[in-house]
Nanobody
């Protein structure tokens, strides 16, 4: 069982930066691939980024590539999403998720989800 708690969301102007954190409980965090997803009002949830259990492989949605960076610290049971050059279209609730098997952009593959943190980017 893994419990996930996101933090770091907030209101930022376009062009600004935020770093989201996702703290995981449980001793097996390092065995899970982790992902970030987001959902804007009236839209479906979409993949943002994912990272393998070791941190050696990362994957990004085209819309965030070059602006966002996913990383993890297995000693701290935490995964991060550094978001730079934010745009109004990045406004959404951001969720982290844990996948027992592999990093993927397929949301249904993930076994555990956090409650989400709101990111609002003003123009």
């Amino acid at each position: 069982q893994v419990q996930l708690v996101e933090s770091g969301g907030g209101l930022v102007q376009a062009g600004g930066s935020l770093r989201l954190s996702c703290a995981a409980s449980g001793r097996t965090f390092s065995s899970y691939a982790m992902g970030w997803f987001r959902q804007a009002p009236g839209k479906e949830r979409e993949f943002v980024a994912a990272i393998s259990w070791s941190g050696g492989s990362t994957y990004y949605a085209d819309s965030v590539k070059g602006r966002f960076t996913i990383s993890r610290d297995n000693a701290k049971n935490t995964v991060y999403l550094q978001m730079n050059s934010l745009k109004p279209e990045d406004t959404a609730v951001y969720y982290c998720a844990a996948d027992e098997f592999s990093a993927t952009d397929w949301g249904r593959a993930y076994d555990y989800w956090g409650q989400g943190t709101q990111v609002t980017v003003s123009s």
